[in-house]
């Protein structure tokens, strides 16, 4: 990278806390055995996991024993989606703009005879509620939900779809992996039948996540092997993520206000000067409740791809959309459900924000962004 390099792509992952850190560096030391073995340092492991696993749950309104440990939100997706459909026949609805984790599952339940329908989206990407009732619901058997757009961070109002679903019986998958660590979140009174989570969205560790069941929903495990995770999940839990998941959830937690309110004031700094130096430009879902710290926005006129590229020599960080989908040259689905026209989707980038960014980072990426626009809306000016 070129010095004065910014990271604006916090929405594919966020650096580490050094304070989670040093709690999995100790976790190393203290907590290395094995959580399901008897002797004292197993038990030591074992005292480490389910002080964690209260202190998640605690947090996101659960009961310990509706978390199971995973290893990211993608498992976490999968085992949902897999668990809630195996040996079982129907429909499953969904939006057009789900993360690739979620299309993925369900077009691999759809070879064993699934089938899917869209849940329509209006213009902001949220739900279409005066649409709803045209779906199939008497053959509709599983709801997949992202609650937060990981491209645009746009939120769901979820109370409708989850109360209809409820009454008709029908289990409700809520993909929150970027909801969880930014927006607060009761799995209590979301009424979501799963809930899926991933660490490294919130300054944790990679390669740990959650996924939070139904008390009392029992349903085939994706995973075969020993009897953790009370036979939901098999596989020795990686106490030390798992220990830093735990603690950048409540570091989150209590820090919570103060970030939500320093991230939105940065988004909207570089909204507002983008629009002023790069106009004309397009806010997707910008009349809709979004993450505080997820800007998706159109320059018209503009290659995305070149763009990107040109970012990224310049040594600003983002990307196109979701990192899952990166390599495809075809329009975001989220962004064509909500009626963007495919020319303006190939021309939209994703800048994504923490609490460690400056507005000294945001000027030094303002004057690489608006000179690049600038550059290649005369180079692709007829």
């Excluded at 203290?30 to 008897?38: E, I, L, R």
């Excluded at 679903?165 to 209590?188: E, H, M, N, T």
């Excluded at 629009?275 to 290659?303: D, E, K, W, Y």
Aim: with cysteine; glycine share 8%.
């Amino acid at each position: 990278m070129t010095s004065g390099a910014v990271y604006l792509d916090n929405n594919a992952t966020t650096a580490i806390d050094p304070r989670v850190l040093a709690v999995m560096e100790e976790c190393w030391r203290t907590a290395f055995a094995n959580p399901g073995s008897a002797h004292a340092f197993g038990r030591a492991s074992r005292r480490v996991l389910e002080d964690s696993r209260e202190s998640i749950c605690a947090i996101l309104d659960a009961e310990p024993d509706e978390l199971v440990f995973t290893s990211g939100g993608t498992e976490s997706v999968n085992t949902a989606v897999y668990g809630l459909t195996r040996g079982r026949r129907g429909i499953m609805a969904l939006t057009d703009g789900e993360h690739p984790a979620v299309r993925e599952s369900c077009r691999h339940a759809a070879l064993d005879g699934w089938s899917t329908v869209s849940i329509p989206v209006d213009s902001s990407g949220r739900i279409a509620q005066d649409r709803l009732s045209s779906l199939p619901w008497h053959d509709i058997r599983l709801t997949c939900l992202i609650l937060a757009h990981n491209e645009t961070g746009v939120i769901q109002d979820t109370a409708s779809l989850a109360n209809h679903c409820r009454s008709l019986g029908i289990p409700l998958v809520l993909d929150a992996v970027q909801a969880i660590g930014k927006i607060p979140f009761s799995f209590r009174a979301s009424q979501a039948t799963a809930m899926a989570f991933a660490a490294h969205k919130f300054h944790g560790p990679r390669g740990v996540g959650g996924l939070l069941v139904r008390r009392g929903l029992r349903m085939p495990s994706l995973l075969h092997g020993g009897h953790q995770e009370h036979g939901r999940r098999a596989g020795t839990e990686a106490v030390p993520l798992i220990a830093g998941m735990a603690r950048a959830l409540e570091l989150w937690h209590s820090e919570m206000t103060e970030r939500q309110q320093r991230v939105q004031a940065l988004r909207d700094y570089l909204q507002q000067g983008l629009r002023a130096q790069c106009a004309p430009v397009m806010i997707h879902g910008a009349q809709a409740p979004r993450l505080p710290n997820t800007l998706s926005i159109a320059f018209p006129g503009v290659p995305g791809e070149a763009l990107l590229v040109s970012l990224h020599l310049a040594g600003i960080a983002c990307s196109l959309g979701s990192t899952c989908a990166s390599g495809s040259a075809e329009p975001a689905p989220s962004l064509l459900a909500m009626g963007v026209p495919a020319e303006i989707c190939r021309s939209s980038v994703r800048f994504s924000l923490s609490h460690l960014n400056t507005m000294q980072e945001l000027d030094t990426a303002m004057v690489q962004i608006s000179q690049i626009v600038k550059k290649l809306r005369k180079e692709d000016a007829p």
